[in-house]
């Protein structure tokens, strides 16, 4: 039995072709949601008022493929939603920079969508000004430029998951400077101060993870008052955003090459963190795969 006094949760997912759109509704589909990709708009209303389905989380992709799709559109159907009863709305858009873009789809060698007949880059730039009102309005912005799906998969699990009570997720993810500052992070720590096991040849091949690193890391008696500094930096923020209503912090540890120190540390924060109860993911990008998944409506 339905209780018709607590709100339908619905998800309206939008976004750049090639950001990780389709990524983001199978996810969603796998935390329990009722996903329905291009639905025109003038359906809307016959779905929302559909009792049988009450009870399940509702999201529902919508972008420049979309049958009657216009932004304005959209975002008026949205404002008519919002001022029902018994829906609860959020509008995420999930988005990358150009280049990260260009470069899936020449990598897979599809089509952009609104660039069968010309240059690739001719779309992306058509699409971006087209969808440009809905990332303003946006509830969620979701940024996968320097993401894995591994990555989208995790941000879609904290901030969507329907199994557990709302509580503080927390993503500890390692990265390079050489390629940038990862752009969801909330907190930033530069570890290239350690020793760096890069340099001596026997060591260079292995990540951190790998013991031998650890322990030539461990080494630098710069480490250990560290960890300690920024566990005790940690400690009394984390209650803090759980008080202000945050549901999902990013913590991002960066050296040079993304290979050694901060995967290392990155792992000792997460450590960390799972032996303070708290709900905990960690990624390497400087080990991992980027989001690929151009042309299947992502």
């Not at 969603?28 to 389905?53: I, K, Q, T, W």
């Not at 991002?252 to 050694?260: D, N, R």
């Amino acid at each position: 039995m339905t209780d018709s006094s607590i709100p339908r949760r619905f998800v309206l997912v939008t976004g750049m072709s090639g950001a990780g759109l389709s990524t983001t509704l199978k996810s969603l589909e796998d935390l329990g949601y009722e996903v329905l990709d291009n639905l025109p708009l003038f359906l809307f209303d016959l779905l929302l008022r559909e009792s049988e389905s009450r009870d399940r989380p509702l999201a529902i992709g919508i972008d420049s493929r979309t049958r009657d799709f216009t932004a304005e559109t959209l975002l008026r159907r949205l404002t008519e939603i919002r001022a029902q009863s018994g829906v609860a709305v959020q509008l995420v858009c999930v988005d990358a920079d150009d280049d990260a873009l260009m470069r899936r789809f020449t990598e897979t060698r599809r089509r952009h969508p609104l660039a069968l007949d010309r240059p690739i880059m001719d779309g992306i730039h058509n699409e971006r000004e087209i969808l440009e009102p809905l990332k303003a309005a946006a509830d969620i912005v979701i940024d996968t430029s320097d993401s894995s799906i591994h990555d989208l998969r995790r941000i879609v699990a904290g901030r969507f998951s329907l199994d557990r009570t709302p509580d503080l997720g927390v993503f500890v993810t390692s990265f390079s400077y050489r390629k940038g500052l990862p752009r969801d992070a909330d907190l930033v720590f530069d570890v290239r101060f350690l020793r760096n096991p890069h340099w001596d040849p026997e060591l260079r091949p292995f990540t951190g993870q790998d013991p031998r690193i650890a322990s030539y890391i461990e080494g630098d008696p710069e480490c250990a008052p560290f960890i300690e500094r920024l566990t005790g930096f940690l400690a009394p923020l984390l209650p803090r955003y759980r008080m202000e209503g945050k549901s999902y912090l990013t913590i991002a540890v960066g050296c040079t090459g993304g290979k050694h120190r901060s995967v290392y540390v990155a792992e000792r924060l997460a450590a960390w963190l799972r032996g303070q109860g708290v709900d905990v993911g960690v990624s390497h990008r400087g080990l991992d795969r980027t989001v690929d998944e151009a042309g299947a409506k992502a």
